[in-house]
C-alpha cells in the first residue's frame, strides 16, 4: 500500500502543481513557476493519492483477511485462494469493506502528507 500511495501522491502533486501554476499565469498572478506546495495543498493531494491508493488495493487486503482467517476455502497459496473466493463468492467479494477502508485511509493521508510538506518547506 505505501509503495502504491507513495508513487501517487507525487503523481498527483505534479499534476496539481502544473494545473495551479498554469491557473496562476492565466491570471498573472505571482509564483507561476512554483515547484514546491503548501501544507494544506499537501493534505488535499495527499487524501486523494490516499483514497484512489486504499481502493486500489483493497482487493489485496481482503485476500489477505481472508486468507488469515480460513475464509479462502481451505487455499494453499494466494492464487488459489483467489480462485477458490471467486468460484464460491464472486467477483464483487474483493470490493467487500471498500469504502470503511477509504474513509479511514484518506484523512490518514490527508495527514501524513500535510505534515510532510510542512518539514519539507522547513529552511534548516
Same mark, same amino acid.
Given at each position: 500500500?505505501?509503495?502504491?500511495?507513495?508513487?501517487?501522491?507525487?503523481?498527483? &502533486?505534479?499534476?496539481?502543481? &502544473?494545473?495551479?501554476?498554469? #491557473?496562476?499565469?492565466?491570471?498573472?498572478? =505571482? !509564483?507561476?513557476?512554483?515547484? %514546491?506546495?503548501? +501544507?494544506?495543498?499537501?493534505?488535499?493531494? !495527499? +487524501?486523494?493519492?490516499? /483514497?484512489? /491508493?486504499?481502493?486500489?488495493?483493497?482487493?489485496?487486503?481482503?485476500? &489477505?483477511? *481472508? @486468507? #488469515?482467517?480460513? &475464509? +479462502?476455502? =481451505?487455499?494453499?497459496?494466494?492464487?488459489?485462494? $483467489?480462485?477458490?473466493?471467486?468460484?464460491? =463468492? !464472486?467477483?464483487?467479494?474483493?470490493?467487500?469493506?471498500? $469504502?470503511? *477502508? $477509504?474513509?479511514?485511509? !484518506?484523512? %490518514?493521508?490527508?495527514?501524513?502528507? @500535510?505534515?510532510?510538506?510542512? $518539514?519539507?518547506?522547513? =529552511?534548516?
Amino acid at each position: 500500500f505505501r509503495a502504491i500511495s507513495l508513487c501517487s501522491y507525487e503523481l498527483t &502533486k505534479q499534476a496539481y502543481i &502544473k494545473v495551479r501554476n498554469s #491557473m496562476r499565469r492565466e491570471t498573472g498572478q =505571482d !509564483g507561476a513557476d512554483s515547484t %514546491s506546495i503548501l +501544507a494544506w495543498e499537501g493534505a488535499v493531494v !495527499g +487524501a486523494i493519492s490516499g /483514497s484512489f /491508493s486504499a481502493a486500489l488495493t483493497n482487493p489485496l487486503d481482503v485476500l &489477505k483477511t *481472508r @486468507m #488469515m482467517t480460513g &475464509k +479462502a476455502y =481451505d487455499a494453499k497459496g494466494a492464487l488459489q485462494a $483467489v480462485s477458490r473466493i471467486l468460484a464460491n =463468492d !464472486g467477483a464483487a467479494t474483493f470490493l467487500n469493506g471498500i $469504502v470503511p *477502508r $477509504v474513509v479511514y485511509i !484518506g484523512p %490518514s493521508c490527508a495527514i501524513f502528507f @500535510m505534515v510532510y510538506e510542512s $518539514v519539507r518547506n522547513l =529552511d534548516f
